[in-house]
């Protein structure tokens, strides 16, 4: 039997693998194309449900889960069990304690209607690193209260509210919620899409979610990028991103990121010194898998790592975020109104003067 030689073998083999290779899009210098239209949406958590062990399951368990999540039913296959507002049924009665009022209806509501698949397998967190799939806090108790004391004021609606500023960041517009646009880009309720657009200097992310947009500059290595960033003093939302290419895949490193953003708006807690690493490789022509590492100390008693999948999206809509929006005149006015109500209470009484 006539034996090929090792540089026919390698020619062969890179030959059958030419094909997959193919089917990864590329810009005119040579990189993956990222750009396009994208979107992340799932019914996968961040961290993971005690009720699940592992972070992998096969797709009969997977549907299972997707279909226990209340928001579940609400897809793009029909709406499933959505309820929607009656614009006839007119106020509630006054002092009532349940009347069935919501922040939005089903209408408006796309979670997604799957467990997140990321590369090839249904995952029950987003967290893979570590294998707990919980995020590894230095202090449970104390960020359990932070947590609770950030729940007290924005969700239940006891902030006091003297003006526009005391609201929540993303109440008033200035950014999205559920860290759409990161760094540590999470699928939210809705508007889950993105547009990216790549040049050979810069990439531009923007997520749907209130237009929040970053345009990461690409350096040629990762010294060159640190080198390059913003003085410290400079805490812009999303923080200060730079890039790099790693092989295929492209690396941005984010620093500085805006303490009130942290504070009041991150769906994970983090420190001023924090470092958040993505990277982004594609993987064909319906796939990003999206890495992003949490490096924080402070906060974190190691490293943590998520991993979810970007696939593509139609598209997106306008996000008009205030258009028509009465919700901030209502609120400073209940808040004036409590003002006028408590002096009322403590204003001294008058008494006439009496004649002789």
């Known amino acids: 039997m006539r034996r090929l030689k090792p540089a026919l073998i390698a020619l062969a083999i890179a030959g059958m693998a030419a094909p997959a290779m193919a089917q990864v899009p590329r810009a005119p210098d040579g990189k993956p194309d990222l750009s396009g239209f994208w979107t992340h949406a799932s019914l996968t958590p961040l961290i993971r449900s005690p009720a699940n062990k592992t972070l992998v399951v096969n797709e009969?368990?997977?549907?299972?889960?997707?279909?226990?999540?209340?928001?579940?039913?609400?897809?793009?296959?029909?709406?499933?069990?959505?309820?929607?507002?009656?614009?006839?049924?007119?106020?509630?009665?006054k002092g009532a304690k349940d009347f069935g009022v919501q922040g939005y209806d089903s209408f408006w509501m796309d979670p997604?209607?799957?467990?997140?698949?990321?590369?090839?397998?249904?995952?029950?967190?987003?967290?893979?690193?570590?294998?707990?799939?919980?995020?590894?806090?230095?202090?449970?108790?104390?960020?359990?209260?932070?947590?609770?004391?950030?729940?007290?004021?924005?969700?239940?609606?006891?902030?006091?509210?003297e003006g526009p500023e005391a609201t929540n960041i993303?109440?008033?517009?200035?950014?999205?919620?559920?860290?759409?646009?990161?760094?540590?880009?999470?699928?939210?309720?809705?508007?889950?899409?993105?547009?990216?657009?790549?040049?050979?200097?810069?990439?531009?992310?923007?997520?749907?979610?209130?237009?929040?947009?970053?345009v990461v500059p690409i350096y040629a290595s990762a010294d060159e990028a640190r080198k390059n960033r913003r003085p410290d003093a400079i805490k812009p939302w999303f923080g200060d991103t730079v890039g790099w290419w790693e092989g295929d895949t492209f690396v941005m490193e984010s620093t500085n990121i805006n303490p009130v953003q942290v504070e009041a708006q991150s769906s994970f807690p983090i420190s001023d010194n924090a470092i958040v690493t993505e990277r982004l490789t594609r993987t064909g022509e319906k796939d990003?898998?999206?890495?992003?590492?949490?490096?924080?100390?402070?906060?974190?008693?190691?490293?943590?790592?998520?991993?979810?999948?970007f696939y593509p999206s139609p598209g997106w809509?306008?996000?008009a975020c205030h258009e028509g929006n009465y919700g901030m005149h209502g609120i400073l006015a209940g808040a004036r109104e409590k003002e006028r109500q408590a002096a009322l209470k403590t204003k001294p009484a008058k008494f006439s003067k009496r004649g002789k």
Not at 136 to 144: K, R, S
Not at 179 to 207: C, D, E, F, K, R
């Open 60 to 93: 009969a368990e997977a549907k299972r889960i997707a279909a226990a999540v209340p928001m579940a039913g609400v897809t793009e296959e029909g709406f499933k069990g959505a309820t929607y507002s009656d614009p006839n049924k007119g106020a509630p009665p």
């Open 112 to 161: 997604g209607a799957r467990l997140a698949n990321v590369k090839g397998e249904w995952r029950t967190s987003y967290v893979v690193e570590p294998a707990s799939g919980q995020l590894p806090y230095v202090n449970p108790a104390e960020q359990a209260k932070k947590r609770a004391l950030r729940s007290e004021r924005y969700e239940t609606g006891n902030a006091a509210y």
């Open 170 to 214: 993303a109440e008033r517009c200035l950014i999205g919620f559920a860290n759409a646009a990161g760094p540590g880009m999470l699928s939210g309720l809705y508007n889950s899409n993105y547009q990216m657009v790549q040049t050979a200097g810069h990439m531009m992310i923007l997520a749907e979610m209130a237009h929040d947009a970053r």
């Open 288 to 309: 990003i898998v999206y890495e992003f590492s949490v490096n924080d100390p402070e906060t974190y008693t190691q490293p943590w790592k998520a991993e979810l999948s």
């Open 317 to 319: 809509y306008e996000y």
